[in-house]
């Protein structure tokens, strides 16, 4: 059987949060990397994987997928068996604890934290845009309120859907990666139960490997 192909260069947080998935169960694949700089992802060839011109994209045989959240719910689901089943699909409660984690981080969580990596990171490392200190303010603002309620989550449970890791937990990963390579990852220091469950997650030997090709910019 063929590997799965993702697009999309491994460092991105979207391409990285579908590699930790095919990590977690054991997949073969192969990262096809898609060069911005020459608008690769607005090619032809692209475009027919994914319409929007946005990374990443997965193709399994005839199959292509867009949509990283997606995507890593198909590997999940394929590549499930007893011992690894991180959408909990053999329980409907564990299950819709899940789905609403990861909902969470979609709307809630990442809209107030990846800001913060694009004005600290991307924005003057890679696009030599000065930071705006005064969007990054208004991030922390919301990120400390998200973060007041994931402390109160995590001090009853270590992970966030419950006391067993899932793909809620992992879909935190990338954004909160780069998060920590800002000057403001010292934040999570005033929250310990959330800190203590970031460590959790790090020591995952998917995210050892996926984070090891990401190497963030040096922070400013």
């Given amino acids: 059987m063929a590997p799965l192909k993702v ?7 979207n391409v990285a949060r579908v ?8 997949a073969e694949y192969e990262v096809v990397n898609i060069d911005f700089k020459v608008l690769e992802h607005k090619s ?3 475009l027919a994987r994914n319409p929007f011109g946005q990374i990443p994209a997965l193709q399994d045989g005839d199959l292509l997928l867009f949509e990283s959240r997606a995507i890593s719910k198909y590997v999940l689901r394929k590549y499930k ?9 053999g ?7 899940v789905d609403v984690w990861v909902e969470v981080d979609a709307h809630t969580y990442n809209p107030a ?3 913060i990596v694009h004005q600290c990171l991307i924005n003057p490392l890679v696009r030599g845009i000065l930071t705006d200190e005064k969007d990054v303010a208004k991030s922390l603002e919301k990120l400390k309120k998200v973060l007041d309620v994931y402390e109160t989550r995590l001090s009853k449970h270590d992970y966030l859907a419950g006391d067993f890791v899932s793909f809620a937990d992992l879909n935190h990963f990338p954004y909160t990666f780069y998060f920590m390579a800002t000057p403001h990852a010292v934040l999570f220091n005033s929250y310990p139960h959330v800190k203590a469950w ?3 997650i790090m020591v995952r030997q998917s995210v050892k490997k996926i984070s090891n090709g990401m190497v963030p910019p040096k922070a400013r």
């Fill in 7 to 13: 697009f999309g260069p491994a460092f991105s947080a």
């Fill in 19 to 26: 590699l930790v998935c095919l990590e977690e169960v054991g």
């Fill in 44 to 46: 032809p060839e692209h």
């Fill in 81 to 89: 068996t007893d011992e690894v089943d991180l959408l909990r699909g």
């Fill in 91 to 97: 329980n409907l409660v564990e299950a819709a604890m």
């Fill in 113 to 115: 934290l990846s800001p």
């Fill in 198 to 200: 970031w460590e959790r």
